[in-house]
């Protein structure tokens, strides 16, 4: 007991920290304040999370600001009472000041007032899991036996998810309020929160209504708890209320009229109870039991007496009767019960003296009956005899008439009839066996004559002597199915020739020949009359012979429309191209493997041919024109590039590495040199990160390892961030780019998989005001919108797009970053084609399309024979 009032005291402390957290704006704002405070509460470590993005206004903010200094100057602060720390949040998290940094309220006041907002994304997730792996932590200051309290304040739905790490903060003992304003998810609010959500979870339309919060805590902030601070005297349990207290019993007993102690509640004495027989108390509750000789049923409150009968070792001769504590014997009705009170004797009527029978008395069960001596009968008094007339009762066997005598009878027989040996039966005289009836069959006699019958399955003729056999299928009932033949009795059905009859003996089947199994068909038998015919399965056709198949050669039908060489397969055929050249989709036409030498291209420079296509190349240094053909005197300029590359969460490892080789793709179409090109990489999430400058690698093969060692971010997207990042520091001179005077072309590419969660507009419209010819490239679930806005004009040629992040590849390919010399005053560097370095990177370059070409034509030659192998097994 002493336990249990512990627990509930427990309890009520937890209640008023509770009330700390959330119930101090209500009194600030309705009552006027005062030097001290309202109430002194226990010691608690209580950590504000205030959202930091963009979307709270700073005259928000400022309200935010003000709910957080007067919640802190109505608490008991210092090190010993309570701490506390404020932790600022959007698409990173600020640790303003720690739980154990100030130990009076002035100097947190002063921390609040200095806080500058963030004014980035809103990251919720990230600062609940750093206020669980840091705010609360020892080292910050928080303690081990002290509550540990959350206020999350937020006004808008979370970046990232929440419900895992708020479960595993919750898990570690940090209780958290989650307060809403305007915008805010209530469902990402009771994610966040401790239960029950109606205590923790709070919603309202304006950052100028947070005060309300705090008037429901009022009362449980500032009430003293007297079981806690009084002797109360409770003997089993003590509830606190506002001001007050009382006692409380456990489970089955009562409190007393003392208020304090308590006794046990005897529902037995007090009758509350429906035991039948017994009934046995217990604090609050009771048990029924029985009197002996009884057993308690299952409903365990009825009683029924023990059946000694059911035991089976009663051994009574007619029944057992089952008593308390035993049983006794009982005879039927009609008998008596011997001496050994088991066995029973039928009841003797007779000897009672008082049957009245004339001649003698039979006993039976329960009564007894009168009986005459031979020759007499009972008379219906029951009781006297008369001699027998034996005529009269009608059994003196007699078959025709009983002639009574004295002591007996004789039987005399009617006229037509004589008297058989038996001297009681009689027989007709038998006119047929006097020899002159002249049946053919049989004669039969009757009374003073006879008349002819004829045999079974015969009918008498006209002159009714003579017999003729019946025609039993003459009635038309025969139900055969082909003839009907009349015998002797009846009829059988028999099958015209080439059936035979069925089990039913009246219908007829057609006979199998083919089960006979010598039909010698290839293919199937087919049963006719009289014989069988071979038949061929679907595709095949039947030979000369009657029993063969050949399969049908569809190509010999002439309309196959292949444009080479048809195969017959079975149900169709397939068409196969000549040597060089390449089955296309509709499985009909070929087209050459090398279109350039079958068709007039019209390439100025060079036809390059690809599978069932074509395309034009030029010389290096030339550029080919918009009619795919010509090559005009543009030659590749030495720029200034910078790549923004996307690191947020949702590009997800795998397709990160694909990005870089695609950085690595453009790269290579690039002449990188001290005075040639220059390549700068910037990796943005959240946060915006240099990997290397403008100035810091003078090679490709330097800048294609150093993308390959990029770390991927994995966080939000703020492409914004990275545009303003671009133009104040990626394209200063400090970091390698060269004078504005030189006229070098300064070129950024943007590369993006998803929507930016800040704004690009302004440093896009800088970007470009600043010179820099920009280029968009997005893939997945990229804004098309947000890239037009980043591309130069013409948006067409600075704005790609692929919904899968394998394409990639083939925009590098399309990708041209280079800028006319015509546009470009800035320094050249002209390669000698004869230099070693030129030699090995032509080397590299036609060994790479060599290698494309065979890749192809390997995945060309695999598709070809999955075809032919479909189409020889099709059916």
């Known amino acids: 007991m002493a336990r249990l009032g512990l627990c509930r005291r427990n309890m009520t402390r937890v209640l008023v920290y509770v009330g700390v957290l959330i119930a101090i704006i209500a009194a600030t704002e309705a009552r006027p304040k005062s030097a001290e405070p309202k109430c002194k509460s226990g010691p608690v470590d209580l950590v504000f999370i205030i959202d930091g993005s963009r979307s709270v206004r700073p005259h928000e903010f400022e309200t935010m600001r003000k709910f957080m200094i007067d919640i802190i100057h ?37 921390a609040i007032n200095e ?328 004669c039969v006699s009757v009374l003073k004559g006879f008349h002819c019958i004829c045999n079974d399955g015969y009918s008498l003729n006209d002159d009714k002597k003579t017999c003729t056999m019946i025609d039993y299928c003459s009635f038309g009932n025969d139900s055969c199915e082909h003839e009907c033949v009349s015998v002797l009795k009846g009829f059988h059905c028999i099958c015209n020739d080439g059936y035979s009859l069925n089990d039913d003996k009246k219908t007829c089947t057609m006979i199998d020949y083919c089960s006979f199994g010598n039909d010698s068909c290839e293919h199937e038998c087919v049963s006719v009359l009289k014989g069988f015919n071979c038949r061929c399965k679907d595709g095949y056709t039947l030979n000369d012979d009657k029993k063969t198949c050949t399969m049908i050669d569809y190509c010999s039908f002439g309309n196959h429309s292949c444009d080479h060489h048809c195969g ?60 795919g053909k010509t090559c005009g005197s543009c030659r590749s300029s030495n720029i200034d590039l910078v790549l923004l590359i996307d690191g947020s969460k949702s590009v997800r490892p795998q397709n990160f590495e694909l990005v870089k080789q695609f950085v690595n793709q453009v790269v290579d179409q690039l002449d990188v040199s001290p005075k040639g090109t220059r390549v700068g990489l910037v990796q943005y999430s959240s946060r915006v990160r240099t990997e290397f400058t403008l100035g810091m690698y003078q090679t490709k093969e330097e800048i294609k390892k150093a993308v390959m060692n990029v770390e991927y971010m994995e966080k939000g997207t703020m492409t914004g961030l990275a545009l303003k990042h671009m133009v104040e520091n990626s394209f200063t001179e400090a970091e390698g780019a060269r004078p504005a005077g030189k006229n070098i072309p300064r070129v950024g590419l943007v590369f993006t998989d998803g929507r930016s969660q800040d704004d690009i507009q302004e440093w896009a419209k800088k970007a470009k005001e600043a010179g820099i010819t920009m280029y968009a490239v997005g893939v997945g679930k990229a804004v098309e919108d947000e890239l037009r806005e980043i591309a130069s004009e013409p948006v067409e040629k600075h704005f790609f797009y692929s919904a899968d992040f394998t394409a990639i590849s083939q925009i590098a390919e399309n990708l041209k970053l280079n800028v006319c ?39 060309m030659t695999k598709r070809l024979e999955v075809l032919e192998n479909q189409l020889l097994t099709r059916k």
Request: aromatic share 8%; hydrophobic share 30%.
């Open 568 to 627: 017959g397969v079975l149900n169709g055929f397939y068409c196969r191209c000549n040597e060089g050249y390449t089955l296309q989709e509709n499985g009909k036409t070929c087209l050459s493997d090398n279109l350039c030498n079958t068709v007039e291209h019209g390439c100025e420079h060079q036809c390059v041919s690809t599978p069932g296509s074509y395309h034009c190349i030029c010389p290096e240094g030339h550029e080919l024109q918009d009619d």
């Open 115 to 442: 806080i500058i907002p963030l004014a980035q994304g809103t990251m919720t997730g990230l600062a609940i899991r750093y206020a669980m792996n840091v705010a609360f932590s020892a080292e910050e200051g928080a303690r081990p036996n002290v509550p540990h309290v959350a206020v999350i304040v937020t006004d808008g739905r979370p970046q990232d998810r929440v419900a895992e790490v708020a479960a595993a903060a919750r898990e570690s003992g940090i209780e958290i309020y989650a307060i809403g304003v305007a915008r805010a998810d209530m469902t990402s609010l009771r994610a966040m929160a401790s239960p029950p959500f109606e205590d923790h979870v709070f919603l309202v339309e304006s950052f100028d209504l947070i005060h309300q919060f705090g008037l429901q805590f009022q009362d449980k902030l500032c009430g003293m708890d007297l079981c806690l601070e009084s002797d109360h005297g409770c003997e089993h349990i003590c509830e606190s209320s506002p001001g007050s207290y009382h006692c409380l019993c456990l489970p089955g007993y009562t409190l007393n009229e003392d208020g304090k102690t308590c006794t046990p509640i005897d529902l037995c004495a007090e009758g509350k109870h429906d035991c039948q027989q017994i009934c046995i108390a217990s604090p609050g509750s009771f048990t029924c039991d029985c009197n002996t000789g009884y057993t308690l049923n299952d409903d365990k409150r009825t009683c029924t007496m023990i059946d000694y009968c059911s035991f089976g070792n009663d051994s009574c001769e007619h029944q057992c009767a089952s008593v308390l504590n035993g049983f006794n014997c009982r005879c039927q009705e009609g008998y008596s019960l011997n001496d050994d009170l088991k066995t029973c004797t039928m009841i003797d009527y007779c000897s009672f003296g008082n049957d009245s029978c004339e001649h003698e008395c039979v006993s039976v069960l329960q009564s007894f009956y009168c009986q005459c001596r031979e020759g007499y009968t009972l008379n219906e008094d029951e009781t006297t005899c008369t001699m027998i007339d034996y005529c009269s009762f009608g059994n003196d066997s007699c078959e025709h008439e009983c002639v009574s005598v004295l002591k007996g009878f004789h039987c005399r027989c009617n006229d037509g009839y004589s008297l058989n040996d038996d001297k009681k039966t009689c027989t007709m005289i038998d006119y047929c066996s006097f020899g002159n009836d002249s049946c053919e069959h049989e």
């Open 74 to 110: 109505e608490m008991d602060i210092g090190l010993e009472a309570t701490r506390v720390g404020v932790v600022q949040y959007s698409s990173q998290v600020q640790n303003v000041f720690s739980l154990k940094a100030f130990s009076k309220p002035a100097q947190m006041v002063k």
């Open 821 to 859: 010399a015509a546009e470009s005053q800035g320094e050249i560097e002209v390669k000698n084609p004869c230099a070693c370095e030129s030699l090995v990177e032509f080397q590299q370059v036609t060994m790479s399309t060599l290698d494309q070409l065979t890749q192809k034509l390997s995945a």
